[in-house]
């Protein structure tokens, strides 16, 4: 069982920048490729970012890359998304996932992911 509790959303300009965290319980953090998820009102919850266990790999949503950083700090068992140049449309409950994995990779598809957490706000206003 892994606990995920997720912290730094708020409300932000745009163009402006945020950096949201992931913090997981247990001491198998390493086991798990971890992503960042998104849903706005009215709409289904998309993938933003993903990172592999070991960090070693990346992945994001066109609708961020160049804009989005993902990173883990296993030693913390932490998972950050940067978020920078931020706009409207970026607006949404911002949700961390983890996935236990044997592999390196960190999967696109929400139903690929064990544990959610509780979601932060993340307001990006005009």
């Known amino acids: 069982q892994v606990q995920l509790v997720e912290s730094g959303g708020g409300l932000v300009q745009a163009g402006g920048s945020l950096r949201l965290s992931c913090a997981a319980s247990?001491?198998?953090?390493?086991?798990?490729?971890m992503g960042w998820f998104r849903q706005a009102p009215g709409k289904e919850r998309e993938f933003v970012a993903g990172?592999?266990?070991?960090?070693?790999?990346?992945i994001y949503a066109d609708s961020v890359q160049g804009r989005f950083t993902i990173s883990r700090d296993n030693a913390k068992n932490t998972v950050y998304l940067q978020m920078n140049s931020l706009k409207p449309e970026d607006t949404a409950v911002y949700y961390c996932?983890?996935?236990?994995?044997?592999?390196?990779?960190?999967?696109?598809?929400?139903?690929?992911?064990?544990?959610w957490g509780q979601g932060t706000q993340v307001t990006v206003s005009s």
């Open positions: 996932a983890a996935y236990r994995t044997r592999l390196d990779y960190p999967p696109r598809a929400a139903g690929e992911y064990d544990y």
């Open positions: 247990g001491r198998t953090f390493s086991s798990y490729a």
């Open positions: 990172i592999s266990r070991s960090g070693s790999s990346t």
